[in-house]
Every structure is written in structure tokens, then in C-alpha cells.
């Protein structure tokens, strides 16, 4: 499985951001496929999944965030809404497939004050 991200950038406070991840390859049985984030000298944690059709959120992003799967494209998406400057990291997007970890390549989002 191959995964691409993009969509990050740098956006003011209260501003929003749109990322998409392009999977590709042996993408039959993905299952979950989602986003996870690094913040600099943090470890990597989960923003959002989606699996067979429900989704589970990190509390900091519940209300903020929309996660939603493209079956048809194999694609994934993250709608940021409301950035705060602590949602600034590198986003990675994440599928498992046969109990295997993929991980693409990790895009930056910048939330400035």
C-alpha cells in the first residue's frame, strides 16, 4: 500500500485546512485508514480513523475536525476546522491492511497565533 498526503500548509488561528491521502496498491480490505499527527519533540498520536463506516476522534479535535473515506477512490480526507496553533505538526496518513502498518510520507500544517 502507498499512501500520498497533501493539503497542508500555514493558516492563521480560527482558520481551516482540507488533507487528502491517495492510497494506492493493494488497497483491497484497508481497514482502518486514518490521520495521525507529530508535534516536534512529541510522540505520534491519533487525530482520526475510519472503519467500516464509523469514526473515532482525538478528544482535542472532536468538533473540529471531519474525517471521511472515499471508497470508490481510495481516498481519505481531514477537514480542519477552528486550527488552533497547537494542532501544528506533521500529519501522517495511516491504513492497515492484513494487520500491517502503512504510513505515507507526512504533510505540515502550520497554525500561527
Known amino acids: 500500500v502507498q499512501l500520498q498526503a497533501s493539503g497542508g500548509g500555514l493558516v492563521q488561528a480560527g482558520g481551516s485546512l482540507r488533507l487528502s491521502c491517495a492510497a494506492s496498491?493493494?488497497?483491497?480490505?484497508?481497514?482502518?485508514l486514518g490521520w495521525y499527527r507529530q508535534a516536534p519533540g512529541k510522540q505520534r498520536e491519533l487525530v482520526a480513523v475510519?472503519?467500516?463506516?464509523?469514526?473515532n476522534y482525538a478528544d482535542s479535535v472532536k468538533g473540529r475536525f471531519t474525517i471521511s473515506r472515499d471508497y470508490i477512490k481510495n481516498m481519505v480526507y481531514l477537514q480542519m476546522n477552528s486550527l488552533k496553533p497547537e494542532d501544528t505538526a506533521v500529519y501522517y496518513c495511516?491504513?492497515?491492511?492484513?494487520?500491517?502498518?502503512?504510513w505515507g510520507q507526512g504533510t505540515q500544517v502550520t497554525v500561527s497565533s
Open positions: 495511516n491504513a492497515v491492511n492484513n494487520r500491517r502498518d502503512y
Open positions: 475510519v472503519a467500516r463506516g464509523s469514526t
Open positions: 496498491g493493494s488497497v483491497f480490505g484497508i481497514n482502518p
